[in-house]
């Protein structure tokens, strides 16, 4: 699950003194970051994040905090100069107008404290490579003719150890040739007013640009050429898999920055998913687009206009939450009801984030939902014990066949939905066999008062929670397009996104 029996191993860099104490200590400046941590990392960080939050689970206010994103994510860097009549922003506060560089972060939130702000800037002055070179950039006399090229990968130099600033970006005079300058997934940042450069997913730079916070040191992380110490390609989730492991004495800070490490889990399994999506877009033809190509298919779909027919890119049901795959699903748990008779048991599992096993593991003024991945492992667990007791115990009587599907809650808490068909001496006929195994009453006031009220609360709070939202846009295309359709509808969240990287079955 984390290190593929040893074959991984990446070296972990402790986090500075002053960085830690923000995320340990106790006091309201430090508690304030804790709580604003996204904030203070959006105006620390070197280039944009383009997602569609749903703003009504991330307020900073009382209340479990969620953080959920619809659709792609991407990360892009602007060029040296804000636009005119603009305020600097992400690269820009480290090369334009230094001399204001903390009154300018500050516009960007005033709500945020200046002396936290003070001490990031700080802070990444002293030890970032890509702070030392764009404050270099800074000090060009014509910088309006110069480019900045961020490197692909550190020249010489083991994947996971820090680089100095000269092996992380070049700054160049003039335009150059671009053949000897740009190279595959390398940036190539220049001043152009408007100019926007996305930072490919799959290069090493693409968190430590985004996330100065957590990795204020910027080691190199994945790229497409990630080997074992054997030699063997380490994929996306493998690599956030070993990341994203809890270790003792570890003295990094991304198991400790809360909020902001639900943004980071679900930035990174979009960028798994991207990865995956675009190489079945590749190769329509290896998984044998054709057979799906049908005008009963694009009758089914809605599709009236005829020259659209035969234009179809397929997301196969392979590749787990697409609509194939669950139609797929629901087709085999038909066949299994044909062939063994109705389910007899609808048995739900939910997360509690008051276990002990999940609080004992909490740091002081930790809550449960800034610990996704307690939340997402110990629910795993569980529900695996769970499945022995009824599967292979029979504690509710033999079972035949059973089907199950993993869901995820509006607040993130994961929680399972269970059918049991049992074997036809253990199957429930009269009352009384049911209230052996069902208990189903409003406890009495008198001897429960802590339960007679709250679930009378519980259960308004349940139905009235609200809808799930998602903004979608339609449009007349050239054809049906499920990978298309598939991203502009996914919803993720950081506990399920934890979910598929630790490789759970859903």
């Not at 945020?112 to 764009?134: D, R, T």
């Not at 063997?232 to 198991?255: A, F, G, H, P, W």
């Not at 979608?472 to 990287?501: F, N, S």
Request: proline share 5%; net charge neutral; glycine share 6%.
């Amino acid at each position: 699950m984390c290190c593929k029996g040893g074959k991984v191993t990446i070296s972990q860099v402790s986090a500075p003194d002053e960085l830690l104490q923000l995320f340990l200590d106790s006091s309201i400046e430090c508690r304030h970051f804790r709580q604003h941590i996204r904030s203070y990392n959006h105006v620390m960080s070197f280039t944009s994040l383009g997602v569609h939050v749903d703003e009504s689970l991330v307020a900073t206010g009382r209340g479990i905090y969620a953080f959920h994103a619809q659709g792609a994510i991407y990360h892009k860097i602007e060029g040296f100069h804000p636009n005119q009549g603009s305020r600097p922003r992400y690269l820009q506060l480290y090369i334009y107008d230094t001399d204001n560089e903390l009154q300018n972060r500050m516009r960007e939130n005033p709500i945020l404290n200046q002396s936290v702000v003070y001490k990031l800037k700080k802070l990444l002055h002293q030890c970032n490579p890509f702070v030392i070179v764009f404050r270099q950039l800074a000090l060009e006399p014509n910088i309006e003719e110069c480019r900045l090229l961020i490197k692909e990968h550190p020249s010489n130099q083991p994947q996971y150890s820090l680089p100095s600033a000269s092996q992380v970006a070049t700054i160049f005079i003039g335009g150059g040739d671009e053949d000897t300058i740009e190279r595959g997934r390398d940036i190539n940042v220049i001043n152009c007013d408007g100019k926007l450069t996305k930072v490919q997913e799959t290069m090493g730079y693409y968190d430590p640009l985004q996330y100065p916070i957590l990795l204020p040191f910027r080691t190199y992380g994945w790229d497409i050429e990630t080997k074992t110490n054997v030699g063997k390609t380490v994929t996306c989730r493998e690599y956030y898999s070993y990341v994203l492991q809890i270790r003792r004495n570890d003295q990094s800070v991304l198991l400790k920055s809360g909020r902001l490490l639900q943004q980071y889990v679900v930035d990174n399994y979009v960028k798994i998913e991207t990865g995956r999506l675009r190489w079945i877009r590749r190769n329509q033809n290896d998984i044998r687009s054709e057979v799906y190509q049908g005008l009963q298919d694009e009758l089914h779909d809605g599709e009236n206009n005829a020259n659209n027919v035969r234009q179809r890119t397929i997301l196969p049901s392979s590749f787990i939450g697409s609509k194939r795959d669950m139609t797929q699903r629901y087709q085999d748990g038909m066949a299994i009801v044909l062939n063994n008779g109705k389910p007899d048991i609808f048995l739900t599992m939910t997360c509690n984030p008051s276990w002990i096993e999940i609080t004992s593991e909490l740091g002081l003024h930790q809550t449960p939902q800034e610990h996704p991945d307690l939340l997402t492992r110990i629910f795993q667990s569980k529900f695996e014990q769970l499945k022995d007791d009824v599967i292979n115990k029979g504690v509710l009587g033999r079972v035949k066949s059973y089907m199950y599907v993993t869901e995820f809650q509006k607040r993130g808490l994961p929680h399972v939905h269970m059918l049991l068909i049992l074997d036809t001496d253990d199957k429930l006929r009269e009352p009384e066999e049911y209230d052996s195994v069902v208990k189903a009453e409003i406890p009495r006031h008198e001897s429960e008062p802590e339960f007679s009220i709250k679930s009378i609360k519980c259960l308004y709070k349940y139905v009235y929670k609200g809808p799930d939202r998602v903004v979608m846009e339609v449009h007349r295309g050239t054809g049906m397009d499920e990978i298309q359709q598939y991203v502009d509808a996914r919803w993720v969240c950081a506990p399920k996104a934890l979910w598929k990287i630790f490789k759970f079955t859903l």
